[in-house]
């Protein structure tokens, strides 16, 4: 089992900055990649960054590239979503998940408001 719990949630101006966390426990050696997702609200949940385990790749949605940078730190166990340059259609819950190499594959997090 691993469990993962962000925080940095918040309201913020436009064109202002925010910086999430989500730290994983448990079974963390199956982690392969820990992400964000975020789901907006009347609309579905949407990939906006992951990271793979040794943090050598990271990918983006298209809508949020050069605005937020994804980053992991393995000592800490977490990873982080800093988010600049932030616009109102960034509004929405953002949720950490991770992807490991044994079942259930995926965990979520609690998820936490950002709002514009």
């Known amino acids: 089992q691993v469990q993962l719990v962000e925080s940095g949630g918040g309201l913020v101006q436009p064109g202002g900055s925010l910086t999430l966390s989500c730290t994983a426990s448990?079974?963390?050696?199956?982690?392969?990649?820990m992400g964000w997702y975020r789901q907006a609200p009347g609309k579905e949940r949407e990939l906006v960054a992951f990271?793979?385990?040794?943090?050598?790749?990271?990918n983006y949605a298209e809508s949020v590239k050069g605005r937020f940078t994804i980053s992991r730190d393995n000592a800490a166990n977490t990873v982080y979503l800093q988010m600049n340059d932030l616009k109102p259609e960034d509004t929405a819950v953002y949720y950490c998940?991770?992807?490991?190499?044994?079942?259930?594959?995926?965990?979520w997090g609690q998820g936490t408001l950002v709002t514009l």
């Open positions: 448990g079974s963390i050696i199956n982690i392969n990649a």
């Open positions: 990271i793979t385990t040794a943090g050598s790749t990271a």
């Open positions: 998940h991770a992807n490991t190499i044994t079942t259930p594959y995926n965990y």
